[in-house]
T-cell receptor
Framework: QKEVEQDPGPLSVPEGAIVSLNCTYSNSAFQYFMWYRQYSRKGPELLMYTYSSGNKEDGRFTAQVDKSSKYISLFIRDSQPSDSATYLCAMTRFNAGKSTFGDGTTLTVKP | EAGVTQFPSHSVIEKGQTVTLRCDPISGHDNLYWYRRVMGKEIKFLLHFVKESKQDESGMPNNRFLAERTGGTYSTLKVQPAELEDSGVYFC????????????FGNGTRLTVT
C-alpha cells in the first residue's frame, strides 16, 4: 500500500467552478503537508504549505489538513483556465529531508 | 533569486551508454535532493545531500546510479550503464532547512533510454 494516495482524476471543470483535490495518507509521522502545481514540461512549484490541522487560505486557494483522519485537501475557488495543470500533494516527516508524493491529479478548466 | 537549474533539459541515449545530469541549486540552500518520475508513477525520492554529504540515499535504485556534490554547490547524477527502465524525468530540488521548509524544484531532465 502506498503511503500517500491521491484522487486520480483527471478533472475537467468549467471556468468559475470550485475544485476540490484530495489526498489520504497512512503514516501518522507526516507533519508537513504541501501542494505543488506542475505545468507541462516544468518542475513542480509550491502552492501551499501547512503544518497543523485546520485551514490555510491564500487568495483563491485553501489547504485543509485533518490529521485525525489523515486527509488533506486543496480547494480552488473561481477556477481559471490558467489553473489547468497537474496538482501534487506531498508530505514530510518532522526533521526529515525527503518528501513523499501522491500520483498527481490533472485538472483542466474550460473557458 | 535564481531558481534551481538543471542540465540538460532532455537527453536521449542508447542502452548501455552513460549519462550525467547536473543540478545547480538555489544559492545558499544546503539541502539538495534528487527525485525521479517514471511514466505513470509518482515522483519518487532518490537521495538527499546536506552540503557535500549524502544524508539519505535510500531511494537510489541500484549501483548504476552515482550522485556527487563536490564542494557543496552543484550536484551531478550519473547513470552508468543506462537501462531502458531508467527512462523518466529526473528532478532536482533544494531547500534551506531540512524537512520544515518546502522544496524548490528545477524543470527536470527528461531522460530517454532506447
Amino acid at each position: 500500500q502506498k503511503e500517500v494516495e491521491q484522487d486520480p482524476g483527471p478533472l475537467s471543470v468549467p471556468e468559475g467552478a470550485i475544485v476540490s483535490l484530495n489526498c489520504t495518507y497512512s503514516n501518522s509521522a507526516f507533519q508537513y503537508f504541501m501542494w505543488y502545481r506542475q505545468y507541462s514540461r516544468k518542475g513542480p512549484e509550491l502552492l501551499m504549505y501547512t503544518y497543523s490541522s485546520g485551514n490555510k487560505e491564500d487568495g483563491r486557494f485553501t489547504a485543509q489538513v485533518d490529521k485525525s483522519s489523515k486527509y488533506i485537501s486543496l480547494f480552488i475557488r473561481d477556477s481559471q483556465p490558467s489553473d489547468s495543470a497537474t496538482y501534487l500533494c506531498a508530505m514530510t516527516r518532522f526533521n526529515a529531508g525527503k518528501s513523499t508524493f501522491g500520483d498527481g491529479t490533472t485538472l483542466t478548466v474550460k473557458p | 533569486e535564481a531558481g534551481v537549474t538543471q542540465f540538460p533539459s532532455h537527453s536521449v541515449i542508447e542502452k548501455g551508454q552513460t549519462v550525467t545530469l547536473r543540478c545547480d541549486p538555489i544559492s545558499g540552500h544546503d539541502n539538495l535532493y534528487w527525485y525521479r518520475r517514471v511514466m505513470g508513477k509518482e515522483i519518487k525520492f532518490l537521495l538527499h545531500f546536506v552540503k557535500e554529504s549524502k544524508q539519505d540515499e535510500s531511494g537510489m535504485p541500484n549501483n548504476r546510479f552515482l550522485a556527487e556534490r563536490t564542494g557543496g554547490t552543484y550536484s551531478t547524477l550519473k547513470v552508468q550503464p543506462a537501462e531502458l527502465e531508467d527512462s523518466g524525468v529526473y528532478f532536482c530540488a533544494s531547500s534551506q532547512v531540512q524537512g520544515s521548509s518546502p522544496l524548490h524544484f528545477g524543470n527536470g531532465t527528461r531522460l530517454t533510454v532506447t
